[in-house]
Protein backbone atom coordinates (compact mmCIF):
# COMPACT_ATOMS: atom_id res chain seq x y z
CA UNK A 1 0.00 0.00 0.00
CA UNK A 2 2.56 2.27 1.23
CA UNK A 3 6.33 1.99 1.18
CA UNK A 4 9.70 3.20 2.05
CA UNK A 5 12.63 1.77 0.22
CA UNK A 6 16.11 2.17 1.82
CA UNK A 7 15.46 5.83 2.56
CA UNK A 8 18.37 8.15 3.66
CA UNK A 9 17.77 11.69 4.79
CA UNK A 10 20.49 14.18 6.10
CA UNK A 11 19.74 17.13 7.58
CA UNK A 12 22.65 19.91 6.90
CA UNK A 13 23.44 22.33 9.73
CA UNK A 14 23.63 26.24 8.90
CA UNK A 15 24.38 26.37 12.18
CA UNK A 16 27.70 24.95 13.68
CA UNK A 17 28.12 23.03 10.14
CA UNK A 18 28.43 19.25 9.34
CA UNK A 19 25.20 17.42 8.74
CA UNK A 20 22.98 14.75 11.17
CA UNK A 21 22.15 11.78 9.74
CA UNK A 22 18.63 11.12 10.35
CA UNK A 23 17.51 7.73 8.39
CA UNK A 24 20.01 5.83 7.20
CA UNK A 25 18.49 2.88 4.43
CA UNK A 26 15.19 2.79 6.33
CA UNK A 27 12.86 0.40 4.76
CA UNK A 28 8.85 -0.32 5.66
CA UNK A 29 5.55 -1.10 4.12
CA UNK A 30 2.16 -0.70 5.09
CA UNK A 31 0.13 -3.32 4.03
CA UNK A 32 -3.72 -2.61 2.85
CA UNK A 33 -6.15 -2.71 6.12
CA UNK A 34 -3.62 -3.37 8.12
CA UNK A 35 -2.64 -1.12 11.71
CA UNK A 36 1.50 -1.49 11.07
CA UNK A 37 3.08 0.05 14.72
CA UNK A 38 6.43 2.20 14.38
CA UNK A 39 8.00 2.48 17.55
CA UNK A 40 11.19 3.83 18.86
CA UNK A 41 12.77 6.21 21.52
CA UNK A 42 12.36 10.22 21.15
CA UNK A 43 14.64 11.27 18.04
CA UNK A 44 15.56 8.22 16.58
CA UNK A 45 13.21 9.19 13.09
CA UNK A 46 9.83 8.41 13.43
CA UNK A 47 8.50 11.67 12.66
CA UNK A 48 10.96 12.04 9.74
CA UNK A 49 10.02 8.77 8.02
CA UNK A 50 6.75 9.76 8.74
CA UNK A 51 7.20 13.18 6.82
CA UNK A 52 8.96 11.57 3.67
CA UNK A 53 6.15 8.91 3.03
CA UNK A 54 4.09 12.21 3.30
CA UNK A 55 5.94 13.81 0.53
CA UNK A 56 6.14 15.84 2.70
CA UNK A 57 10.21 16.63 2.94
CA UNK A 58 12.41 15.60 0.07
CA UNK A 59 14.28 12.29 0.67
CA UNK A 60 18.48 12.03 -0.22
CA UNK A 61 18.21 8.73 -1.03
CA UNK A 62 15.55 5.70 -2.04
CA UNK A 63 12.01 5.31 -3.29
CA UNK A 64 8.59 5.78 -1.79
CA UNK A 65 5.75 3.82 -3.51
CA UNK A 66 1.79 3.63 -3.28
CA UNK A 67 -0.02 1.58 -4.36
CA UNK A 68 2.82 -0.04 -6.13
CA UNK A 69 3.70 3.18 -8.07
CA UNK A 70 6.78 5.26 -7.41
CA UNK A 71 5.79 8.09 -6.02
CA UNK A 72 9.36 9.92 -5.17
CA UNK A 73 9.60 12.14 -8.04
CA UNK A 74 5.83 13.40 -8.43
CA UNK A 75 5.13 17.03 -8.14
CA UNK A 76 2.27 19.06 -8.21
CA UNK A 77 -1.48 17.77 -9.63
CA UNK A 78 0.39 14.66 -10.24
CA UNK A 79 0.27 13.93 -6.52
CA UNK A 80 -2.91 15.47 -6.01
CA UNK A 81 -4.74 11.78 -5.37
CA UNK A 82 -2.03 10.55 -2.70
CA UNK A 83 -2.33 14.01 -1.19
CA UNK A 84 -5.93 13.26 -0.55
CA UNK A 85 -5.59 9.44 0.33
CA UNK A 86 -2.85 9.66 2.57
CA UNK A 87 -3.77 11.67 5.65
CA UNK A 88 -1.67 13.34 8.59
CA UNK A 89 -3.05 12.86 12.02
CA UNK A 90 -0.20 14.43 13.96
CA UNK A 91 0.50 15.18 17.80
CA UNK A 92 -0.44 18.88 17.89
CA UNK A 93 -3.95 19.03 15.61
CA UNK A 94 -3.94 22.58 16.78
CA UNK A 95 -1.85 23.64 13.65
CA UNK A 96 -4.58 22.35 11.27
CA UNK A 97 -7.02 24.86 12.55
CA UNK A 98 -6.88 28.66 12.32
CA UNK A 99 -7.22 30.69 15.50
CA UNK A 100 -9.54 33.13 13.99
CA UNK A 101 -11.96 30.66 11.98
CA UNK A 102 -15.32 28.88 13.62
CA UNK A 103 -14.02 24.91 13.66
CA UNK A 104 -17.49 24.22 11.51
CA UNK A 105 -15.35 26.09 8.64
CA UNK A 106 -12.19 24.88 9.13
CA UNK A 107 -12.95 21.30 9.03
CA UNK A 108 -14.09 21.74 5.43
CA UNK A 109 -11.68 23.51 3.88
CA UNK A 110 -9.66 20.64 3.15
CA UNK A 111 -12.57 19.86 0.96
CA UNK A 112 -12.38 23.06 -0.98
CA UNK A 113 -8.33 22.91 -1.34
CA UNK A 114 -9.04 19.99 -3.27
CA UNK A 115 -12.21 21.13 -5.01
CA UNK A 116 -14.76 18.86 -4.01
CA UNK A 117 -16.68 20.77 -1.74
CA UNK A 118 -20.35 20.87 -2.38
CA UNK A 119 -22.74 23.22 -0.51
CA UNK A 120 -26.13 20.65 -1.13
CA UNK A 121 -23.99 18.01 0.17
CA UNK A 122 -20.77 19.24 2.35
CA UNK A 123 -23.39 19.48 5.46
CA UNK A 124 -24.79 15.77 5.54
CA UNK A 125 -21.73 14.51 4.92
CA UNK A 126 -19.84 16.70 8.12
CA UNK A 127 -22.99 15.68 10.34
CA UNK A 128 -22.58 11.66 9.62
CA UNK A 129 -18.59 11.85 9.93
CA UNK A 130 -18.87 14.06 13.15
CA UNK A 131 -21.00 10.85 14.59
CA UNK A 132 -18.29 8.80 13.42
CA UNK A 133 -15.86 10.64 15.96
CA UNK A 134 -18.75 10.60 18.43
CA UNK A 135 -18.14 14.36 18.31
CA UNK A 136 -21.79 16.87 19.01
CA UNK A 137 -22.13 19.35 15.74
CA UNK A 138 -22.89 22.10 18.74
CA UNK A 139 -18.67 22.27 18.49
CA UNK A 140 -18.88 23.40 15.21
CA UNK A 141 -19.63 27.33 16.44
CA UNK A 142 -16.67 27.65 18.43
CA UNK A 143 -13.03 28.33 17.65
CA UNK A 144 -10.33 26.07 18.57
CA UNK A 145 -9.32 27.31 22.22
CA UNK A 146 -12.87 26.68 22.82
CA UNK A 147 -12.43 22.85 22.86
CA UNK A 148 -10.71 20.03 24.47
CA UNK A 149 -7.38 18.41 23.39
CA UNK A 150 -9.20 15.45 22.93
CA UNK A 151 -11.89 17.20 20.93
CA UNK A 152 -9.78 18.84 18.92
CA UNK A 153 -8.02 15.87 18.12
CA UNK A 154 -11.50 13.95 16.85
CA UNK A 155 -12.07 16.69 14.99
CA UNK A 156 -8.67 16.42 12.83
CA UNK A 157 -9.58 13.05 11.78
CA UNK A 158 -12.97 14.33 10.55
CA UNK A 159 -11.11 16.36 8.78
CA UNK A 160 -9.20 13.87 7.35
CA UNK A 161 -11.76 11.52 7.02
CA UNK A 162 -13.97 14.03 4.83
CA UNK A 163 -11.62 13.22 1.96
CA UNK A 164 -12.48 9.66 1.89
CA UNK A 165 -8.63 8.74 3.15
CA UNK A 166 -7.30 5.22 2.30
CA UNK A 167 -4.33 6.10 5.03
CA UNK A 168 -3.75 7.44 8.48
CA UNK A 169 -0.24 8.29 9.11
CA UNK A 170 -0.48 8.62 12.69
CA UNK A 171 2.35 10.35 14.47
CA UNK A 172 2.18 9.92 18.58
CA UNK A 173 -1.31 10.79 17.90
CA UNK A 174 -2.43 10.39 21.23
CA UNK A 175 0.60 10.80 23.32
CA UNK A 176 -0.58 15.04 24.28
CA UNK A 177 -3.98 13.17 25.84
CA UNK A 178 -4.87 12.00 29.11
CA UNK A 179 -5.30 7.80 29.23
CA UNK A 180 -9.05 8.19 29.39
CA UNK A 181 -9.50 10.47 26.49
CA UNK A 182 -6.70 8.39 24.60
CA UNK A 183 -8.13 5.14 25.02
CA UNK A 184 -11.35 6.69 23.75
CA UNK A 185 -9.89 7.62 20.54
CA UNK A 186 -8.16 4.58 20.26
CA UNK A 187 -11.89 3.19 20.15
CA UNK A 188 -12.68 5.23 17.46
CA UNK A 189 -10.10 4.73 15.13
CA UNK A 190 -10.76 0.91 16.01
CA UNK A 191 -14.21 1.27 14.82
CA UNK A 192 -13.43 3.72 11.52
CA UNK A 193 -10.65 1.08 10.37
CA UNK A 194 -12.98 -1.77 10.45
CA UNK A 195 -16.01 0.37 8.70
CA UNK A 196 -13.84 2.38 6.20
CA UNK A 197 -11.25 -0.48 5.52
CA UNK A 198 -8.71 2.23 6.81
CA UNK A 199 -4.58 1.40 6.71
CA UNK A 200 -2.95 3.22 9.84
CA UNK A 201 0.79 3.93 10.14
CA UNK A 202 0.57 4.14 13.98
CA UNK A 203 3.55 5.43 15.34
CA UNK A 204 4.68 6.23 19.26
CA UNK A 205 6.94 5.66 21.62
CA UNK A 206 4.75 4.31 23.95
CA UNK A 207 5.02 0.38 23.55
CA UNK A 208 1.37 -0.79 25.32
CA UNK A 209 -0.45 1.55 22.89
CA UNK A 210 1.26 0.11 19.84
CA UNK A 211 1.11 -3.09 21.07
CA UNK A 212 -2.59 -3.01 21.63
CA UNK A 213 -3.85 -1.51 17.82
CA UNK A 214 -1.13 -2.85 15.87
CA UNK A 215 -1.22 -6.27 13.69
CA UNK A 216 2.42 -5.99 13.35
CA UNK A 217 5.66 -4.22 14.77
CA UNK A 218 8.53 -2.66 13.30
CA UNK A 219 11.15 -0.73 15.71
CA UNK A 220 13.65 2.22 14.91
CA UNK A 221 16.67 3.03 16.59
CA UNK A 222 19.33 6.11 15.72
CA UNK A 223 18.18 6.19 12.30
CA UNK A 224 17.94 2.95 11.54
CA UNK A 225 15.48 0.05 11.74
CA UNK A 226 15.71 -2.88 13.81
CA UNK A 227 15.61 -6.50 12.72
CA UNK A 228 15.13 -7.71 9.61
CA UNK A 229 15.58 -5.05 7.03
CA UNK A 230 12.78 -4.92 4.95
CA UNK A 231 9.31 -4.27 6.92
CA UNK A 232 11.95 -4.72 9.75
CA UNK A 233 9.23 -6.87 11.76
CA UNK A 234 9.86 -7.34 15.52
CA UNK A 235 7.12 -9.40 16.71
CA UNK A 236 3.38 -9.69 16.50
CA UNK A 237 1.36 -6.95 17.90
CA UNK A 238 -2.81 -7.14 19.23
CA UNK A 239 -1.35 -9.15 21.98
N1 LIG B 1 14.48 19.87 9.81
C1 LIG B 1 15.40 19.35 10.60
N2 LIG B 1 16.66 19.85 10.63
C2 LIG B 1 17.62 19.30 11.40
N3 LIG B 1 17.45 18.22 12.17
C3 LIG B 1 16.23 17.67 12.18
C4 LIG B 1 15.14 18.20 11.41
N4 LIG B 1 14.04 17.42 11.63
C5 LIG B 1 14.42 16.47 12.51
N5 LIG B 1 15.72 16.61 12.83
C6 LIG B 1 16.49 15.74 13.76
O1 LIG B 1 16.37 14.41 13.29
C7 LIG B 1 16.27 13.50 14.39
C8 LIG B 1 15.01 12.67 14.23
O2 LIG B 1 13.88 13.50 14.49
P1 LIG B 1 12.39 12.94 14.45
O3 LIG B 1 11.50 14.09 14.76
O4 LIG B 1 12.21 12.22 13.19
O5 LIG B 1 12.43 11.92 15.68
P2 LIG B 1 11.25 11.13 16.37
O6 LIG B 1 11.68 9.72 16.48
O7 LIG B 1 9.97 11.41 15.68
O8 LIG B 1 11.23 11.80 17.81
P3 LIG B 1 9.98 12.21 18.74
O9 LIG B 1 9.34 10.92 19.16
O10 LIG B 1 10.63 12.95 19.89
O11 LIG B 1 9.10 13.10 17.93
C9 LIG B 1 16.28 14.37 15.65
O12 LIG B 1 17.60 14.37 16.18
C10 LIG B 1 15.91 15.74 15.16
O13 LIG B 1 16.49 16.76 15.96
Redesign the pocket.
Known amino acids: MLEAREVSKT?RRSWGGGA?T?LAQVSLRLERGETLGLM?P???????LARILLRLIPIDTGQVLYQGEDITALRGKALLPFRRQVQLIPQRPESFFDPAMKLGNSVLEPLKIFGIYEKRTAREMLLGTLEQVKLNASLLDRYPHQVSGGEIQRLSICRALLLDPQVLILD?ATSMLDISVQAQILRILQELQRVRKLSYLFIS?DREVVNLMSDRLVEMKEGRMLGKNEGGTMEQGKD
Open positions: FFAGSGCGKSTEH
